[in-house]
């Protein structure tokens, strides 16, 4: 391969993914905001982001159930990802961009034993938290947890909106502090004790990750997502067989 880095096949095969698929995937759908962050006219996909692409079918956070599981890589080669900043090992960022017509619903980051969880009905500012071995989903009140990070920069969870969504467009040029992020503006975070409602006014085109503002120096091994995605019929990946 030319000693390229697992980032730059990704990106490259983004954006060529991207240029195939340009006019069958975006479609109208319903009005963005009519149900706030959670607005959803497709199909709710899963996908794990993970260093080498590993365990898609071991996810340790959420539970997706009989929701149709994707190989992240395949989402990206199809250009409905871009790859911002890569999940490597013994690191503490990650970020994506998403085209037009994906809509992220949730998103989990596995950081050793712990699962912090973060939903668009909250509009991703309220960050929930139990261990792996809990081995379950629950959202009560006894599991939100209160993002330490000590400015917005280092939240756990960081929405962006505004970016472009068309594919084979270059998404991730953003220059705030840290690791390569989406463009657009940044829009929401979950630093603090989260808020109701969305903090974003139109569509989420991207997402920043990172367990920096994390006691311990904290790692990120992977991320799990739950997207909406419309036209999964056009779709040119096979769900995986986890049974």
């Keep these: 391969m030319g000693g390229l880095s697992r980032r730059e096949l990704l990106k490259r095969s983004a954006v060529a993914g991207g240029v195939i698929w340009a006019a069958p995937m975006l479609t109208s759908g319903k009005a963005w905001g009519l149900g706030g962050c959670c607005d959803c006219s497709g199909t709710l996909i899963y996908a794990k982001f993970a260093p080498g692409n590993s365990q898609t079918c071991q996810n340790q956070c959420l539970q997706p159930g009989a929701m149709a599981r994707y190989d992240f890589t395949c989402l990206v080669a199809q ?3 871009s790859v911002c900043d890569d999940v490597s090992t013994n690191d503490d960022t990650a970020s994506m961009a998403f085209r037009a017509d994906v809509t992220p619903a949730r998103f989990a980051i596995k950081s050793e034993n712990d699962c912090f969880i973060a939903r668009c009905e909250e509009g991703f500012g309220q960050v929930y938290h139990w261990s792996t071995s809990f081995n379950n989903e629950s959202y ?7 993002d330490p990070a000590a400015n917005d920069d280092v939240a756990l969870f960081q929405t962006y909106t505004g970016g472009p969504g068309t594919p084979g467009a270059t ?4 220059n705030l502090p840290g690791s390569q992020r989406p463009l657009g503006t940044r829009c ?3 630093r603090g004790t989260g808020g109701t409602g969305c903090p974003c006014t139109t569509q989420i085109t991207g997402v920043y990750l990172t367990t920096g503002g994390l ?3 904290a790692k990120l091994n992977f991320i799990e997502m739950e997207l909406c995605v419309r036209n999964t019929s056009k779709l040119n990946c096979t769900p995986l067989n986890c049974n």
């Design 171 to 174: 998404r991730c040029t953003g």
């Design 188 to 190: 929401g975070t979950s």
């Design 140 to 146: 009560t009140p006894a599991d939100k947890f209160t």
């Design 79 to 81: 250009g409905l990802i």
């Design 215 to 217: 006691p311990g120096q």
